[in-house]
């Protein structure tokens, strides 16, 4: 991003498949805004007991604290300070996610949001393809396919579960490239 807007806020999308690397991306941003002595914080949906926690966590380990969001109000209520929002995992907010990351860009913050854009079966996931329509900024990353080694842009879920949010690390997903990317029917 070499030109960002003055006297505005804006929204970057960050998104792509299982293992691309989109929670590592969205740390590196807020770090850097850290840095420049902004004040930040990060979201994340409570969707999941094993979420939690009060950090979001890289593959690669990184962390940084970060706030479970139950209502979604409650983005808006704990950023009137904040320069720089990150919401991590943002497929898993209902749409009402759109209209607060719209608000707050609004309000002059910079929003930065991660999140899959599609779900195990190849399809757009929850609020991310609007959020990528609104965002000013977007970045769609690429895993490295398990299979054959080309960019991956697909999670293949290897477990025969059906429902769309089923959280697990690398015994349940797969990052698959279009080629080795099967659609497991219900
Ligand atoms: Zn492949």
Not at 58 to 87: A, F, P, R, Y
Not at 117 to 139: H, N, Q, R, V, Y
Not at 156 to 173: H, N
Request: proline share 4%; with cysteine.
């Amino acid at each position: 991003m070499t030109l960002t807007p003055k006297n505005s806020g804006w929204i970057e999308v960050i998104c792509g498949s299982m293992f691309s690397g989109k929670t590592e991306e969205l740390i590196r941003r807020i770090r850097r805004a850290e840095i420049a002595k902004m004040n930040t914080i990060i979201f994340k949906p409570n969707i999941d007991n094993r979420y939690s926690s009060n950090h979001i966590v890289s593959h690669n380990q990184s962390k940084m604290e970060s706030i479970l969001v139950e209502d979604i109000n409650e983005i808006l209520e704990n950023s009137t300070e904040m320069d720089v929002i990150g919401i991590d995992e943002a497929q898993f907010f209902s749409n009402e996610l759109i209209p607060v990351c719209k608000k707050l860009a609004k309000d002059n913050k910079r929003v930065v949001v991660a999140g899959l854009d599609t779900d195990f079966k190849g399809i757009p996931f929850g609020p991310m393809p609007a959020l990528m329509c609104e965002s000013d900024f977007l970045d769609k990353l690429r895993a490295i396919c398990v299979k054959c080694g080309n960019p991956a842009s697909f999670s293949q879920r290897i477990t025969k579960d059906s429902k769309q949010v089923l959280i697990g690390e690398t015994d349940v997903y797969e990052a698959r490239c279009r080629n080795c990317f099967k659609i497991v029917e219900d």
